[in-house]
């Protein structure tokens, strides 16, 4: 029987997309083609930004993209050295939010720490770091009043 997988390759140790694989395993005869194009945009902004860790409380990794974009930006502004003495320990002290584990390990190969990856999902993220913000600020408070 044959299949038509509209999705992106994606190659797996054997070198031959997953789905391809499993689907032949079973018996089917299935055709891969890619339906979606991709295309970083605000490289140049989102640089800056990274370069500047001490305006910001934190990142949010939505998705292995977003990972993806932080390398591209390192690689494209020849900033990989200024990353690896300086850059990454300033954004190391700040928090790391990701959405699933796929993202949180390729956040982990960068440097960083994540937190959040068991959540699941943006909506599930969000009410966490909401939660987190609310004990910082109530425990900051309370510290002060003392």
Known sequence: MKI??????????????????????????????????????????????????????GLIFTSPRAVE??????????????????????WHIKPAYVVGQATASLVR??????EGEECGNGEKLAEYICSRLVNMIYYRKKWTWR
């Open 109 to 114: 190969k960068i440097g960083l720490t994540t």
């Open 4 to 57: 038509l997988l509209l999705k992106d390759p994606k190659d797996d140790d054997s070198g031959q997309d997953p789905y391809i694989q499993e689907l032949g395993s079973c018996g089917f005869a299935a055709t891969l083609i890619p339906v979606l194009s991709f295309e970083f945009l605000s490289l140049q902004s989102f640089s800056e930004k990274l370069s500047r860790p001490e305006a910001y409380r």
């Open 69 to 90: 974009a932080v390398k591209l930006c390192l690689e494209r502004d020849n900033k990989l050295e200024v990353w690896k003495k300086s850059l990454k320990e300033k």
